[in-house]
């Protein structure tokens, strides 16, 4: 029986396919983007005896108290960043765990709240903090140089046209500050006039780079993979869903250093022999959602799930690798 039973859920992407792929489980397992709790209780709802929910959003503790409030002795929530999960966990006394899961990028909370900046859709403040804390969005689009914006843009929105974009933005913020989402939304417009042609709002690359660089989004996956490789039991599960290609480049290049001979980091250099793999791949292609879970959940159409078991091979790569 579901122990959320009588609860509205939110389903969270691709947790079907995830499932269906775990031969079992159990034990100790971290959500690392804890959200609206949907991966936690699918979790839960599957076996797991235990559940650290992460999440660094402070908005997202009421909806963790409400599966707290059922599962006093199953589920504990903590505020923070999951780059720190190893940290957390072992904090709490679990040195291992079974399970790690995490699912990338703005939840559908943050989206669909105008006043946190995240949509180009909704009209609000240029906030897109994730936590609450540090640099603002307003501030990085008003006080960084075009340079700035421009590789911002290009190198973590992947948008050809970053240079015209910060070019626009520098000249528009000479004549008034640019303060909402709808602002910027405008500006963007300019330089990418919407059309039928368009497969995306013009917006959308922008807005992504901008969210990525406020919240540190690529720094702190490096640092959560090489978290959860720490803390992950033997043949513990790692569970990763991206949402764009810079996210699962990430994680697959991750991964496939972790289930190989540690690469040379010159090809002049002598191969060196250095201990078996950490992490046996179970997806050698990504999973991706069905065109039914496209339809019914248009997030789904851009996620990309891998998963990976850790293995026994691993307990002196660390020492190994400081030796050369």
Not at 80 to 98: A, M, P
Not at 101 to 111: A, E, N, R, W
Request: with cysteine; aromatic share 8%; net charge positive.
């Amino acid at each position: 029986m579901n122990c959320f039973s009588g609860e509205q859920d939110h389903v969270p992407v691709l947790i079907s396919s995830i499932i269906d792929r775990l031969p079992q489980i159990r034990g100790v397992w971290i959500d690392g983007t804890f959200g609206a709790g949907g991966y936690t209780k699918a979790i839960l709802s599957s076996g797991a005896n235990f559940v650290i929910g992460i999440d660094r959003d402070p908005e997202v503790e009421g909806h963790a108290t409400r599966i707290l409030n059922r599962n006093i002795k199953k589920f504990i929530f903590v505020n923070d960043t999951f780059s720190n999960l190893c940290t957390i966990s072992k904090g709490l006394g679990f040195h291992e765990v079974q399970g790690v899961m995490l699912d990338l990028g703005v939840s559908s909370m943050q989206i669909d709240t105008p006043k946190r900046g995240f949509s180009f859709r909704y009209d609000g403040p240029l906030d897109m903090r994730m936590s609450k804390n540090g640099v603002m969005a307003e501030e990085v689009i008003n006080q960084f140089s075009e340079f700035e914006l421009a590789n911002i843009f290009f190198k973590l929105g992947e948008e050809r046209k970053s240079r015209q974009i910060a070019r626009e933005i520098v000249r528009c913020r000479e004549k008034a500050k640019i303060s909402s989402t709808l602002d910027l939304v405008q500006i963007i417009e300019s330089v990418i006039p919407s059309n039928t042609e368009n497969r995306i709002h013009p917006a959308t690359r922008c807005f992504q780079a901008l969210r990525i660089y406020i919240n540190h989004e690529l720094e702190e996956l490096e640092k959560a993979l090489h978290a959860a490789q720490e803390v992950l039991s033997i043949g513990g599960f790692l569970i990763v869903i991206s949402f764009h290609s810079l996210e699962d480049r990430i994680v697959k290049n991750f991964l496939r250093n972790s289930s190989v001979s540690y690469p040379k980091s010159n090809r002049y250099y002598p191969e060196v022999n250095l201990s078996k793999p950490t992490f046996e791949i179970v997806t050698r292609k990504p999973i991706i959602a069905s065109k039914y879970e496209r339809k019914n959940n248009p997030r789904a159409s851009s996620a990309k799930c891998r998963i990976a078991i850790r293995n026994d091979h691993s307990i002196h790569l660390k020492e190994e690798i400081e030796k050369l």
